[in-house]
């Protein structure tokens, strides 16, 4: 289990996260990242990698 979250100092809202794992990150009313479910595994947890991979501001940190 691996748990997400997401710097918001560092995320300008390109969106890959939320478009790459809708099921772990969604937007707010501007664009920025949020994090649905903080505490993930199985394939929930490959969704947060994907989203964690895809950040170019790597905003996104999975802590195993």
């Known amino acids: 289990m691996s748990r997400v979250s997401v710097d918001p100092d560092l995320c300008t809202g390109h969106g890959r996260c939320y478009s ?3 099921e772990v990150f969604d937007a707010d009313d501007v664009g920025h990242c949020v994090v649905l479910v903080e505490d993930v595994s199985g ?4 969704q947060a990698a994907v989203g964690e991979k895809n950040c170019p501001e790597q905003a996104i940190t999975l802590s195993r």
């Open 20 to 22: 790459l794992a809708p």
């Open 43 to 46: 394939a929930l947890e490959e």
